[in-house]
């Protein structure tokens, strides 16, 4: 029964019930929200593998730090508007970046 497994193993069986269908892009909304940290690390581990796979992700996150890690291109949005857009390399560079989401 799902109701009986923990926080990590529920999104991670989400995750699998999302990919059953087989499908070229992964949508997932805080996959992160409400669990240890080292299940934190666990998931974005699991969301990487499966891109490496093949299957493209569309990742909306809190977890900046985590997220950019992992990802391609980067969004960052404020307000319901994006105010920046581009390599997910880029919004480390900038100090209101750094400062706002990341703690740095």
């Given at each position: 029964?799902?109701?009986?497994?923990?926080?990590?193993?529920?999104?991670?069986l989400?995750?699998?019930?999302?990919?059953?269908?087989?499908?070229?892009?992964?949508?997932?909304?805080?996959?992160?929200?409400?669990?240890?940290?080292?299940?934190?690390?666990?998931?974005?581990?699991?969301?990487?593998?499966?891109?490496?796979?093949?299957?493209?992700?569309?990742?909306?996150?809190?977890?900046?730090?985590?997220?950019?890690?992992?990802s391609?291109?980067?969004?960052?949005?404020?307000?319901?508007?994006?105010?920046?857009?581009?390599?997910?390399?880029?919004?480390?560079?900038?100090?209101?970046?750094?400062?706002?989401?990341?703690?740095?």
């Open positions: 029964m799902a109701g009986t497994l923990s926080g990590g193993e529920q999104q991670m989400a995750i699998g019930r999302g990919l059953m269908a087989r499908p070229r892009l992964l949508m997932l909304d805080e996959p992160s929200l409400g669990l240890a940290p080292m299940l934190v690390l666990e998931v974005f581990k699991v969301i990487r593998e499966i891109n490496e796979q093949g299957v493209d992700i569309l990742l909306v996150e809190q977890n900046a730090h985590q997220s950019l890690k992992i391609r291109r980067a969004y960052l949005l404020e307000n319901g508007s994006i105010a920046m857009e581009g390599e997910a390399s880029r919004p480390l560079e900038t100090d209101y970046v750094k400062e706002s989401y990341l703690g740095i």
